[in-house]
Each structure stands twice: as C-alpha cells, then as structure tokens.
C-alpha cells in the first residue's frame, strides 16, 4: 500500500509538514472539532474504537447523561491501518483521505485512531523502559550493598589484617567504581550485539583483534561516530559562521540573479554555448552582475548536461533541499554537507522560494585530487510554466579567511515534469577553481569536467532514480535462481548496501576530515594510509581501522575492468582473502537497466573450515562518468537476520573495492580506443579491537603487501585479456 522511500524519510515528517495534533499537548491545543470531555474520552479508547461521528457540535448539549455512540472497526480496518502504522505512524491529510476511501471511513476517524493508536505505542514503551529501569535500579542497589560488605571486610595488603574504610585511598574506590561501571557497560553492549547479530560480541570474527608485533606506529588517527566516519560537519567547516542579518539582503540579491542566470544558461545555446563549451567573453557580456571577476591562478569549468530521470519533480526538488538526502544520494560527489542557515523555507508549502546558506565539500574517489571545499547559497523557485529551478551562487566574499580555491558561480538544475512520473532535468555547473594541487594522474581527467562537471551530476541522479525505483518495485520475478523476492528482505538488504557504499566513498577521498600518510613506493602508485578509532558505533565494528589506498592507470576501457572486478568467477584472481576458493552468488538484487547494477551475497567455498562460514556482500554499480565494486565481509548469522526484513544497521561493515574513472582521452592508448581506466584500490582492515592500542609496523606492512599484490594481480589479469 505505501512504501518507505529510502531517500526521502523527510516527506513523512508529518509534525513539520502537515501539523498534526499531538496528543502529548493536548491541554493547549484541544481539536475544536470535539469537546474536551469527549476528547478525553475518546484518547482512553483503544486503537481500535472511535466515537461515532467526532464533533462536538453534533451532540445535544442539553443531554449531558446521554450514552454516547461510538464506531468500532471492523477487523479488516484495523488490520489495514495497523500495516500501515507499521510503515508511516504519521499520516499526511492525502494519505488520511486515501485510506479513508479504501476503508470506507471518514477521514476523521482514521486521523482519531492514529492519534490513539500513537498514545498506545507512547504508553507501552514508558511502561516497558519504566520496567527496564526499575530492574537497573535493584541490580545497582544490590551491588552497592555487595561493594559495602566487601569494603566492610577489606583487608590491609601489607599485613592481611582487617581494615577500615578509611584506610583505603580515594583513587582506589573511584577506580574499584568505575570498574563496576565499564563491566555493567561490556555487559549492555554484549546483550544489545547479540540481539541483532546472534550471537556474543566475543565471537563476532571481525572483533578478534590478529596478533600484532610489539613496534608501535605512530599515525594521524581520526574517530568513528554519529556521522559517515564520525566527524562533525563543524569539523569541516569551524571556520565558516552563518551569515549575519547585514548580509542577509546581499544573499538574496545574489541569489535572484543567480536563478535568473541559471535559466538563461540551460535554454539559450549560441552565442553563450558554442559545442556544450562556453563563451567566457558572451557570458561576461550577457551577466555583468554576479559574484565578480575570476581570481588569478583560477580556472573556468563550465558544462551543461540533461536527462530524463524516473522520479517525480516534487520529489527531486525535496531531495536537493534537504541536505541530508542530497548527501545520500549524492554520495560520489558530496563528501560532506551541512545547512548553516535557512533564510526562507518557501511558501504554500513547498520549497518555492526557499533559500537557504550550505557549505560542502566535493569529491573524487582517490586521495590524489583534493576536494573542493565550497560556502554557498541555494535558492529554490517554481517557474511560470510549472518548472522548478535550483540554483547554487558561492557565497566566499562574505567568508574571506581561509580563501576559497573553489567558487561555484550560478550551478544548478531545471526540473521539468513529465508524464507517467518522469522528470527531464537540465543541469548546469560553473565554477572557477585552483587545481594545482591534482595529481598529474588525474589532470586531464579533472581538466576535461570528467570529474565535477554537469554530466557526472546527472549522471549519478539518473543512476540514484533506477536504484530507488527498484526498492520500490513490488512485482519481482521469481523464475531466476537467487534472486530476492521478498519485499523487507530486498529493502534491509539495499539499505546495508547503500551504508556501505556511501562508507567507501566517504573513506577512499582527499576530504580535509582525513589524514593519509603515503608510503614509499613508486610515484602515482605509492600507497596511501590512515587509521582510525571506531568507538560506539553499532554500524562498525570496534576498535583501530587501518585504510589503505592507491591510484595507477590501466590501458583497458572501464566497462571491461568492471565486469572483470564485479564477475564472481574471477574473483579468485585477483582475490587474495579468498585463497583461491570457488566464489559463487547466492543472493541477488538487480537495481537498474545495466545488468551490472546490483546488490549480491556471495559465498567463498574455500578449502580452509574455519572460512566456511564468511560472506561476502557486494554492491556494483556503473554509468558513463564512473563504476564502482564494493563489498565488505559480514557474518552468516547477521545476513540471515537482513535477509529476514531485519534492522541492517547493527551489522558491522568496513568496506573494501575499486572505483574506476575514464581517463578522460577516448582516443587513447587503451584496447579498442575507448580510453584507459584510472583505478582506485581501497582496503579497510580492524587492526586492534581496543581503541586505545598502538598501531605497529607489521599491520602496516600487512597492509601495503595486500593491496601491492592485489595490483599486480589486477594487471596481470587484464593485460592477458588484451594480449
């Protein structure tokens, strides 16, 4: 009936959105279409009966001692309204008078058993945690009765007689405190592990820390937490502050000229578009005003791209105004993102006229091109003709310090609604920025807009609508072998994988939260490393996290490196973790019209049986401006509990694979003339399971012997395939 959009949990926001009546303030914010003795009345019902009716202004005043009538469900209506309270607790009024209709009720009634149905779940969870807490509350009072009667007896160290409580140091109880503490703590922690993966944390493979040589390492070492690798966009942005109320008007001036601008650019081609290339000279003369003049040692990249997308145009424009979804989707590029300030929040309730001030930051999937940082404005606006625009303006000359090397000048997208829940969308990026520092690897690559330009956008929104419409797709084949049919089963799985690609990206990039250290190697080649502490996050296992990864060139189109990478049945060479063992599919999701676009379980068959148990899950993923394979090992018990419908956000990923980029010369020395591939390598390793260990020499070694060997293999590989 209705099906959580994995993308888009905002647009079920029902209190900012539709502002339902709450009953937690209920004593200011009464329905006037009932009396409050009725109202009180009606919330002590169960979910399943309403009043008949529900206005106050129908009943006889006169009558005060009436019986009142009430409705009750029949069982289909409450087993109907119970799925969907399963999926969406809140309703919107479309969705109420949707259901309404299908279940013969008055919208009313539907938004009065919701609201009970919600005071229930309120009530029954406080009750459960009361009881939760209660039981806490003895378990502690106990212990303190058992630490009392063992301090009473406790015993002189030095002489073995009785002493007294004071005689013992401060430092010592504290210490014997907190002790009883962090056990308390392993004890939760292991109770809430082996709830959702099966089993106790003590056994879970990725938590045995190998053995490791005494020689310590000293490396930058970030932090695993709340956000993708745990750092706080403010991290990334300290230095940026939200704009004050003088620099208000300045913004909205800015960015009305920016729409403007943006609309003249995706439907006026000569003189301003000359080739998809533009006139720097008829663009200076058609938009005098803007953000000023190009800054020197700056270079222009300017690229306009359209496609017809599979989604709603509403949708599209939810997606890039709310910054967390737009993150999400945008994984590939948008490293991280953050809202710093929202000037309008748009009228008649929609996004037309929103404006808001963001900062991000922009990457590529290797360490060799550093990201471009950016502090813009975004400004949203429905055109006469129905379209919609969304246009970014750069915003650095209100934040001089630190100087910007990236300025984003009038980018953005037109959204044109098409039938059957198509969308064309036009889309245009103009930036000015110092690249200086991109590895030689990647200039003509980053040169040509292969990397940030408007085709790599579209490209990936186009590939982000396929993958969306497959969750959402309830008419599943079940005639091929392995494929998943079951619809919770499906949609746990793609969320795992879309955690772990969205981890890979984040963790691959030369995104200012990171800190690699290159090893001594070979020039483009030389291998890059960074540790990092993983602490309090059910997502990934605990303790030191070891990345390590490298870029090189391979004279072979992209296409045939990721269909050699993603193919099962040559993974063994290339593979060293799965010592040769027969790799075969057992699960498979497809996600999009290329039949490389999938989410896959394997299982390595290999000859050692203390492996037999290890799965693999992948996700591979292409189109024209990049492909990605990702896979991360994950526990048997765990993938039968996603498989299942269950909650993926408490099995453990760290991710490893390869992103593959076109060179950019389509006439270059590759096979065929379709251009080489340049190839990135990523590994994450857990090193240590306790977060505060050293880093040794030999986990290192470990690492850059891997990932070397696994180069090599790759190479050897495809240059036979070229031979």
Known sequence: ??????????????????????????????????????????????????????????????????????????????????????ECPHPDDKQRKQLSRELGLEPLQVKFWFQNKRTQMKNHHERHENSHLRAENEKLRGDNIRYREALANASC????????????????????????????????ISAIAAKYVGKP???????????????????????????????????????????????????????????????????????????????????????????????????????????????????????????????????????????????????????????????????????LVPTRETYFARYCKQQADGSWAVVDISLDSLQPNPPARCRRRASGCLI????????????????????????????????????????????????????????????????????????????????????????????????????????????AEDVRVMTRKSVDDPGRPPGIVLSAATSFWIPVPPKRVFDFLRDENSRNEWDILSNGGVVQEMAHIANGRDTGNCVSLLRVNSANSSQSNMLILQESCTDPTASFVIYAPVDIVAMNIVLNGGDPDYVALLPSGFAILPDGNATGGAAGGEGGSLLTVAFQILVDSVPTAKLSLGSVATVNNLIACTVERIKAAMSCETA
């Open 416 to 523: 044109q609604e098409m039938p059957n829940g198509y969308s064309k969308v036009a889309w245009v990026e103009h930036v000015e920025v110092d690249d200086r520092g991109v590895h030689d690897l990647y200039k003509h690559m980053v040169s040509t807009g292969h990397a940030f330009g408007a085709k790599r956008w579209v490209a990936i929104l186009d590939r982000q609508c396929e993958r969306l419409a497959s969750v959402m797709a309830t008419n599943i084949s079940s005639g091929e072998v392995g494929v998943i049919t079951n619809q919770e089963g499906r949609r746990s799985m793609l969320k795992l994988a879309e955690r772990m690609v969205i981890s890979f990206c984040a963790g691959v990039s030369a995104s200012t939260a990171h800190t690699w250290t290159t090893l001594s190697g070979t020039g």
């Open 1 to 86: 009936m209705f099906e959580p959009n994995m993308f888009l949990a905002a647009m079920n926001n029902e209190d900012s959105n539709n502002h339902t009546y709450n009953h937690e303030d209920n004593n200011n914010n009464t329905e006037r279409f009932l009396r409050d003795e009725e109202f009180d009345s009606a919330n002590t019902k169960s979910g399943s009966e309403n009043q008949e009716g529900g206005s106050g202004n129908d009943q006889d005043n006169s009558h005060p001692n009436k019986k009142k009538r009430y409705h009750r469900h029949t069982q289909l209506q409450i087993q109907e309204m119970e799925a969907f309270f399963k």
């Open 201 to 367: 944390v003590s056994n879970y493979p990725l938590m045995s820390p190998p053995p490791l040589p005494p020689r310590p390492l000293e490396l930058a070492i970030g932090n695993f937490g709340g956000d993708v690798y745990g750092n706080n966009p403010t991290d990334l942005f300290k230095s940026i502050a939200p704009p004050s109320e003088s620099d208000k008007p300045l913004i909205i001036d800015l960015a009305v000229a920016a729409m403007e601008e943006l609309i003249r650019m995706t439907q006026v081609d000569e003189p301003l578009w000359k080739s998809l290339v533009l006139d720097e000279e008829e663009y200076a003369r058609t938009f005098p005003r803007g953000i000023g003049p190009k800054p020197a040692g700056f270079r222009t990249e300017a690229s306009r791209e359209s496609v017809v997308v599979i989604m709603n145009h509403v949708n599209i424009v939810e997606i890039l105004m709310d910054v967390n979804q737009w993150s999400v989707v945008f994984a590939g590029m948008v490293s991280r993102a953050m809202t710093l300030a929202v000037l309008s929040t748009g009228v008649a309730g929609n996004y037309n006229g929103a404006l808001q001030v963001m900062s991000a930051e922009f990457q590529v999937p290797t360490p």
């Open 157 to 188: 160290p030095n002489c073995g007689g009785p002493t007294v409580i004071g005689e013992m140091s401060f430092d010592e109880h504290q210490l014997r405190l907190e002790n009883a503490r962090l056990r308390e703590e392993i004890d939760r």
